[in-house]
Nanobody, 119 residues
Framework: QVQLVESGGGLVQPGGSLRLSCAAS???????????YRWYRQGPGKQREVVAA???????YYADSVKGRFTISRDNAKNTVFLQMNSVKPEDTAVYYC??????????WGQGTPITVSS
């Protein structure tokens, strides 16, 4: 079965940087297939929201709150999706979830990794 394993979360000071990784494993799935590759987050007392979304090809979407600071990318050879988080703010504190939708309508989720931005 396909599994997504996240890593790279933790505590970081405002203005700092983190790099989240989401590694896909499983013999019946490849993140190189047609679909969407996304990072979501859910802050304390808030609804889950999409942070960044990358199609197999085409324009990448970023939430206005992270635009210019976060970058989503992918390493096809390692079946891994990344989220580079720069200039982090306390408002970025949340549990971050990796999501892969491939084929359309079929979703896989990471376990969630907490990010705390605090001085």
């Amino acid at each position: 079965q396909v599994q997504l394993v996240e890593s790279g979360g933790g505590l970081v000071q405002p203005g700092g940087s983190l790099r989240l990784s989401c590694a896909a494993s499983g013999s019946i799935f490849s993140i190189t297939a047609l679909g969407w590759y996304r990072w979501y987050r859910q802050g304390p007392g808030k609804q889950r929201e999409v942070v960044a979304a990358m199609p197999r090809s085409g324009t990448i979407y970023y939430a206005d709150s992270v635009k210019g600071r976060f970058t989503i990318s992918r390493d096809n050879a390692k079946n891994t999706v990344f989220l580079q988080m720069n200039s982090v703010k306390p408002e970025d504190t949340a549990v971050y979830y990796c999501n892969i939708e491939s084929p359309p309508g079929t979703n896989y989720w990471g376990q969630g990794t907490p990010i705390t931005v605090s001085s």
